[in-house]
């Protein structure tokens, strides 16, 4: 029995309740006018404000204190937790919460990664965090987690702080309002290029590499002699980065003083390496300092990977050696092999040589992101001391005016101790009446009301005197400091040798760990020696097809070509050389032996690898030797010697070297090894002449071998004519001594005669 489907109810119980309403949540009413915006406007507004946010809160360093908004707040959380360097150390997960709970709303990761990078010795060069536990390695691995390690301030961070509390910085509310943080530390020390920055903001970056403190000191204390010195004299007293990991910098000076006076530009720098003898006359390379921020892990997977792609022949092994320090062993493949050629090759194919780049775009004082060069980022700093040490000195004159008031006041009670206790005893109302008798301000009566009993025996008021007259003295220093700029700017000179001695190169942490080298003779490091060498025989059809084989193998006749073709070239050669390629069009052609297909089967067309015409054959192919000198000619019976330097050809497009007309082809290539010529004519006229009669050129047509009423040239051979002219018979080698060929030899464009009984059909010598 089905049941009947009811009526539809109607009215309000017809509308289904939304999944909100379902909850009982009511909306808020919208309030206030609703403006219609269009997209593109919309969204360029608030990416420009994001972008803003971007750049002045996450990605560039301030120029004054060369820290980022969350360095800045864990320093400042680390002060308040009281973890300078004298005390104690605290978990780093407590520093964290206390960052990201009162002054950094973001991840607790990222905050932890930051804490992190500030104590690695081999990422920052003055690390600002001392770390105790696993904070990572060179190696690239990462650090424990924060409930297990530990950290508190460094002297350096404590520098960077020191003076906070005296008015030297403004302070803004945080995030949420209920704290105060600083805008920027005081900065006792020029962090930004002591330690480097690095960042990626919208449509901006910056990166700054480290230097060493001592030689920024004796920048900064030119800089106050010298206001408007020049950036070659600051690269003199700073001559390149200092990087945590050492390394040797081989850049130009003049790169070098390039990228300081614009804020732009590279710095190349190389593991620093040296050879160990071992027995036998064999050696290895020992590395024992990389590139700054180059993984270890990574740079010996990198060779290995190298080593068995074979893309590094010299070398056969790598070892890592690394204990506390860096020690890398590069072992050669052969001891003939010289030491810099195979590092470098090592630093052409592996990050043994890296690029540091500087791009000085930091925050002014303005908040606003610029590049400065390196004059302007220390006067910046400089100009940032200089108003810490103006507010300081009012914050401490203050002070000190303030405690003096009250002194002033506590002498006069010892002046008049039996009055002042009488009147105190006496009076409901002591304080005015005090004020009145004594002419005191209300600040100093309230003090006296406040004094013990106990201070007012004789050696208290020797002290209260001898207090009042440091302060006195103080005063009048800090008066005189404030009206004479000369005298702050001393005072600063003062500050930057203080923090030279403290942190500077005669102290184990301020020692210059960067070589600085001038830039490498070039090494020639052949082609070769990036592929592995080995035996090839190279087989090319009358087609051009073209193949490798591995190992010398004898031409058995049992090669395979495709239908119609045969077998026209089969010489041996090294997977090292290249191949010399000569064709109709009168161009050279180089190839490399180690790019042929390799194996027994059918090859590819030349053609394909060269930029070769359809119409255009292979006249000669062979192995390129430098050096060796070659006769050419063309199928008109011209032709010249050329270098075989000057046939290298370094693209696809080739080398023209003999030129052709219409109807005429490049047809003969031979090495040019004796003094005379023998050159023959397809109407079988020989004739013999001297070698000398040949001019050598780098190209052009050449000059007439042998004229011809008849037909073109068949063939050239040069010979040494002590040994006699030679040519193939079948299998054998037939040679006439050039005492049976007197009736041959005559002078170059001449015809010549039939060549003597037994000369091949063919018209060849070979």
Not at 256 to 277: L, M
Not at 368 to 388: G, I, S, T, W
Request: hydrophobic share 40%; net charge positive.
């Amino acid at each position: 029995m089905t049941k009947k489907p009811g009526k539809r109810k109607t009215g309000a119980c017809r509308r289904t309740l939304s999944p909100i309403a379902s909850r009982g949540i009511t909306l808020p009413e919208r309030k206030g006018d609703i403006r219609e915006v269009a997209l593109e406007e919309a969204l360029s507004e608030r990416y420009l404000a994001y972008a803003l946010s971007t750049i002045t809160a996450r990605s560039l360093p301030d120029v004054r204190d060369g820290l980022k908004p969350v360095h800045r707040r864990l320093l400042y959380a680390m002060r308040q937790l009281r973890l300078d360097p004298a005390s104690g150390f605290k978990k780093s997960a407590r520093v964290v919460g206390d960052v990201i709970g009162k002054f950094h709303p973001h991840g607790e990761q990222a905050v932890y990664d930051a804490l992190v990078r500030l104590a690695q010795d081999f990422a920052a060069r003055y690390p600002l965090v001392d770390g105790q536990g696993n904070f990572g390695n060179v190696d690239g691995d990462g650090a424990a987690a924060m409930r297990y390690t530990e950290a508190r301030m460094t002297a350096v961070a404590e520098a960077l702080l020191d003076g906070i509390d005296e008015d030297t910085v403004d302070f803004r509310p945080t995030y949420d309002g209920e704290e105060r943080e600083p805008v920027v530390l005081p900065a006792a020390f020029p962090n930004l290029l002591a330690n480097g920055a690095s960042g990626i903001a919208v449509g901006m970056a910056c990166s700054v590499p480290p230097h060493n403190v001592g030689e920024l000191c004796d920048a900064l204390l030119h800089l106050i002699k010298f206001s408007n010195a020049h950036a070659s004299k600051l690269a003199e007293l700073v001559p390149g980065p200092d990087f945590p990991t050492g390394g040797v910098l081989v850049e130009s000076r003049a790169t070098i003083v390039e990228a300081y006076k614009t804020g732009r530009g590279s710095f190349r720098v190389r593991a620093r390496w040296s050879v160990e003898k071992l027995f036998h006359g064999t050696w290895q390379i020992v590395v024992t300092e990389i590139p700054y921020q180059v993984q270890k892990s990574r740079l010996i997977e990198r060779i290995a990977t190298l080593i068995t792609e074979k893309k590094l022949p010299l070398l056969a092994d790598v070892r890592d050696e690394s204990a506390e320090d860096v020690r890398l062993v590069l072992e050669p493949k052969s001891r003939t092999v010289a030491p810099d050629v195979l590092m470098e090759s090592m630093f052409r194919a592996t990050e043994l040589e890296s690029r540091i780049s500087l791009n000085l775009n930091v925050l002014d004082k303005g908040r606003l992101p610029r590049v400065m060069d390196l004059r302007e980022a220390l006067n910046a700093f400089l100009a940032h001391r200089h108003e810490v040490v103006l507010r300081r000195s009012k914050f401490r004159l203050a002070k000190a005016e303030d405690r003096l008031e009250v002194l002033d006041g506590y002498l006069l009670v010892f002046l008049n101790v039996d009055e002042v206790i009488r009147i105190i005893r006496r009076e409901d109302e002591p304080k005015p009446i005090l004020m009145r008798k004594f002419k005191l301000t209300d600040r100093q009566a309230e003090a006296i009301l406040d004094l013990r009993l106990r201070r007012l025996r004789k050696l208290e008021e020797m002290e209260i005197r001898k207090e009042h007259d440091a302060l006195s003295a103080q005063r009048k220093e800090l008066r005189a400091l404030l009206k004479d700029e000369d005298k702050r700017w001393a005072l600063i000179a003062d500050e930057v040798k203080e923090t030279k001695a403290k942190f500077g190169p005669k102290t184990a942490l301020g020692k210059r760990r960067t070589t600085i080298a001038d830039a490498p003779a070039a090494v020639e490091v052949p082609d070769e020696a990036f592929i592995e060498k080995e035996p090839l025989t190279i087989i090319c059809s009358a087609k051009g097809w073209i193949r490798a084989m591995k190992g010398h193998v004898a031409d058995d006749g049992e090669a395979k070509y495709k239908e119609g073709d045969e077998g026209r070239f089969w010489f041996h050669a090294e997977s090292t050389d290249k191949l010399s390629l000569f064709a109709t069009n009168g161009r050279f052609y180089t190839l490399g032996a180690d790019k042929l297909p390799r194996g027994r089967g059918m090859g590819e067309p030349v053609r394909l690898m060269l930029e070769m015409g359809e119409s255009d054959d292979i006249v000669e192919l062979r192995v390129y030797r430098p050096g060796e000198k070659l006769l050419v000619a063309s199928s008109d019976g011209r032709g010249f010697m050329v270098q075989s330097d000057a046939t290298f050809a370094q693209t696809k497009n080739g080398r023209q070297v003999l030129n052709v007309g219409d109807g005429v082809k490049a047809a003969v290539c031979v090495p040019a090894t004796g003094d005379h010529v023998a050159v023959i004519g397809e109407n079988r006229k020989l004739l013999l002449f001297s070698l000398k009669d040949l001019p050598e050129m780098a190209r052009g047509r050449g000059v007439t071998l042998q004229k011809y009423k008849d037909g073109g040239l068949a063939d050239v051979q040069v010979f040494t004519k002590n040994d006699g002219l030679s040519w193939k018979l079948g299998e054998n080698t037939r040679t006439e001594p050039a005492s049976a060929l007197r009736d041959w030899f005559g002078k170059r464009a001449q015809a010549g005669r039939l060549p003597p009984k037994g000369f091949p059909k063919s018209g060849r010598f070979r």
